[in-house]
């Protein structure tokens, strides 16, 4: 075997999607973008979808471009996309509808309806899970409310990222990082948790078998090899890495250890540790925490946090208002801005999916009798804050569950990017901060990739070569006296927060 070798990572984000040239030289992986994309979801009688044909398009675009720049052979390719939702298939492989998005809103009083038939101490207890309105438990059980002849006519459930793996190598099966998101998959026995979905009245004979990350999966199809100019000597492989795009960053960071916390940032903020085993304690559940499938055999303990998703919203409307403010600019008039005037709960649902995210601030404020922020530095300035700030009550919560304390948050994805967050986060942390890489996620997807074909032994081996050339960021905190004075008016706009007297 070559010491040398050449991957594909296919990233795919909430907004924005592209695909990543990994080249491995036996040390370390350097890469680069063949094919950036947007991700716009469709609007459909009312409904909120995923464009997933235009997306598979942008995939085969973004595959066709490799042998125009590398002459080497490619060895695999992998997808990895946000977690929790999925595409249905009919008995002869076609997609039933469009895949739902998230963020739609028919399971908006969903979870309630299932906490009345189902405790959610057992729910917890069976899968460990954080309870989402959007998890794709609420989302079938919205479908069985509403039209379950769909769910009976389903063949198959595919999860967005092996639904991909699907048409890129015929093999139908879920990867175990994104089963873990869907709230069904049982942390006791290994596999879907099919007693709760009857409980509920859900089908479960469309669950594919599951698979752990590294899996290989199968050949590049030889029609859509042609279709793209991949035909090679040797086929091209497909390796289901981490598939939920959390598992790839995580595994995609350097100098992980048990004394750091992760903050994969970007349109949501992940905040966790990783674990050996589930923690699945009465004050994980009533913390709201997630155990989610990681790679190597560990789990991710972590929070979800609405991340940099209200500062993206909010640059959305204000373009669609003709006000074309680039980052740069939002950063100089939130530094012009007085420090701490106005607060929100970035979880507040007011912000999952407003019309329009600066008047959902505003209103937040307004009912909470704080300034109301007016400008768009001030809005900004309110987000950033809001944000450092829950990072800081998610911290303390995992180390009141872990009970030794966190010494470093490592922060990777495109949030990485942001200094102001960056210094604020240590600051309302009173912790270093430690930014990058920025490409976490595809540098885990790819290094699982290269685990699987027999480049590298195992994750250990490779976050060691992940070291090489790695560029970081450190960030300390400066005035951390402020923060502390200000976060017993932070916690009193989260509702009933467990634990607030230890959180300050």
Not at 39 to 57: A, K, S, T, Y
Not at 189 to 195: F, G, H, I, V, Y
Not at 321 to 342: I, N, R
Not at 412 to 437: D, H, K, M, W, Y
């Amino acid at each position: 075997m070559s010491a040398t070798a050449n991957f594909l990572a296919v990233d795919l984000g909430a907004s924005t999607g592209r695909v990543v040239w990994g080249q491995w030289d036996g040390q370390s992986f350097k890469l680069q973008d063949l094919h950036r994309f947007p991700n716009n979801p469709l609007r459909v009688g009312g409904r909120l979808q995923w464009d997933i044909e235009q997306l598979w398009l942008d995939i085969k675009k973004g595959l066709s471009l490799y042998p125009t720049l590398c002459p080497e052979s490619l060895t695999s390719i992998g997808v990895a996309t946000w977690g929790v939702d999925y595409a249905l298939l009919d008995e002869a492989d076609q997609l039933l509808e469009l895949p739902y998005h998230y963020r739609d809103h028919r399971t908006d009083s969903v979870l309630a309806q299932v906490l009345e038939k189902v405790p959610k101490s057992q729910i917890f207890s069976e899968t460990g899970l954080q309870f989402l309105p959007f998890n794709t438990l609420y989302q079938l059980y919205s479908q069985v409310e509403t039209d379950k002849s769909l769910l009976n006519r389903a063949a198959t459930l595919l999860m967005i990222p092996d639904f991909f793996h699907f048409r890129l190598c015929g093999r139908k099966v879920v990867e175990y990082t994104n089963a873990t998101t869907t709230q069904f998959f049982s942390v006791k026995q290994k596999d879907w948790a099919r007693e709760l979905l009857t409980e509920l009245g859900i089908p479960s004979h469309f669950l594919p078998q599951i698979v752990p990350p590294g899996t290989i999966l199968g050949e590049l199809r030889p029609e859509l090899a042609q279709e793209v100019g991949l035909s090679q000597t040797e086929p091209v492989q497909i390796v289901a890495p981490g598939t939920h795009d959390t598992a790839s960053a995580v595994a995609g960071i350097p100098y992980l250890d048990g004394r750091s916390a992760f903050l994969s940032s970007g349109t949501w903020s992940l905040v966790g540790v990783e674990v050996a085993n589930p923690v699945l304690v009465p004050a994980a559940l009533a913390l709201n925490f997630t155990n989610e499938g990681g790679v190597g055999g560990t789990t991710r303990l972590l929070k979800n946090v609405m991340g940099l998703w209200l500062v993206q919203e909010c640059q959305r409307v204000w373009q669609e208002q003709g006000q074309h403010y680039d980052w740069e600019t939002l950063v100089q008039m939130s530094q012009q801005t007085p420090a701490f005037s106005s607060l929100i709960d970035p979880d507040a649902p007011d912000f999952l999916n407003p019309t329009s995210m600066p008047e959902a601030i505003r209103a937040f404020c307004r009912r909470t009798d704080q300034p109301i922020p007016e400008n768009p530095g001030a809005i900004i300035r309110c987000c950033l804050e809001s944000l450092a700030l829950k990072y800081r009550v998610v911290v303390a919560q995992l180390e009141q569950l872990l009970g030794y304390p966190l010494e470093i948050i490592r922060v990777v994805g495109g949030g990485s990017q942001n200094e102001l967050l960056g210094q604020f986060t240590a600051e309302a942390c009173n912790r270093e901060v430690i930014t990058g890489p920025v490409e976490a996620t595809a540098l885990g997807n790819i290094m699982l990739q290269a685990i699987a074909t027999g480049y590298i032994t195992d994750v250990a081996a490779g976050r060691k070569n992940l070291e090489v050339g790695v560029s970081l960021k450190h960030y300390f905190p400066k005035d951390s006296r402020a923060w502390a004075e200000v976060m017993a008016r932070f916690q009193h706009l989260i509702p009933d927060l467990p634990g607030n007297k230890s959180l300050g």
